[in-house]
Nanobody, 126 residues
């Protein structure tokens, strides 16, 4: 079983920055990729960014390209999401997720992920 734990959310003014962390633990965590999603009230869960563990290849939703950066620390089994130039529309609960096994090369849809963290709230004020 894999456990994912997010941290780093909070309240920030528009234009500000936050860094989220997602620590993975459990039975020999060996997922090939990790992703960040967000969900605002009344809206569907939305892909934000993904990274492949081995190569470090990164991919993003168009809405965050150039503002958000995903990275990973293999030794710590931790993935980060650096968020800059935050906007009120970025307000949401942010979740990290991992696929349950081999699947799409660059997973970006919720159904492609098996393990989910509880989420951390990010609120951007105008």
């Amino acid at each position: 079983q894999v456990q994912l734990a997010e941290s780093g959310g909070g309240l920030v003014q528009a234009g500000g920055s936050l860094t989220l962390s997602c620590a993975a633990s459990g039975s020999t965590f060996s997922s090939y990729a990790m992703g960040w999603f967000r969900q605002a009230p009344g809206k569907e869960r939305q892909f934000v960014a993904g990274i492949r563990w081995s190569s470090g290849y990164r991919y993003y939703a168009d809405s965050v390209k150039g503002r958000f950066t995903i990275s990973r620390d293999n030794a710590k089994n931790t993935v980060y999401l650096q968020m800059n130039s935050l906007k009120p529309v970025d307000t949401a609960v942010y979740h990290c997720a991992a696929p349950g096994g081999l699947g799409a090369e660059l997973p970006r849809y919720p159904y492609q992920f098996h393990y989910w963290g509880q989420g951390t709230q990010v609120t951007v004020s105008s």
